[in-house]
């Protein structure tokens, strides 16, 4: 016979409560979890493997890089060379024309000699000015 509170809340109804006792056939030997120690090991495993892959992937960038280096070396060598002379051509051209200016500053101070040190400091900056437009020309073209 149902009870006053089921009759009022028919869908309610009591649940059977049934005895619980606690399982007999568990391996208490071994633990359900992996313990601290075996999780450290994984995690240093794992570690150590990707350390390994890293490293197979750097010495295979190395190879490529070495390769590449033994190929720029001759170009390396060439662009000094060009770098030496471009440096020396302006250095050259730079006398010239400090040398031709002094020559025709100082040449209004000589009486006779004027016309052959004018004709002299003349050369002087055409030659400076000369290197330099070739120095330039040059640079140009190769870019």
Known sequence: MPSAEEAEHPR?????????TPPTDLDVSQPA???DH???DAMTRERV????KDKSRHLTQIKQLVARVEQ?????????????????????????????GFLVSYATFTGKAAPALAN???GCL???IF??????????RKS
Request: glycine fraction near 8%; charged fraction near 20%.
């Open 12 to 20: 309610k109804r009591k649940k059977a409560v049934i005895g619980k």
């Open 33 to 35: 979890f992996p313990t």
């Open 38 to 40: 075996e999780r450290l």
């Open 49 to 52: 493997q990707s350390l390994e």
């Open 72 to 100: 720029l070396g001759p170009e390396n060598a060439r662009l000094h060379e060009a770098l030496g002379n471009a440096r020396a051509n302006n250095a050259i051209s730079t006398v010239l024309m400090v040398v031709g």
């Open 120 to 122: 002299a400091s003349a």
């Open 126 to 128: 055409l030659a400076g």
């Open 131 to 140: 290197l330099m437009l070739v120095q330039s020309a040059l640079h140009r």
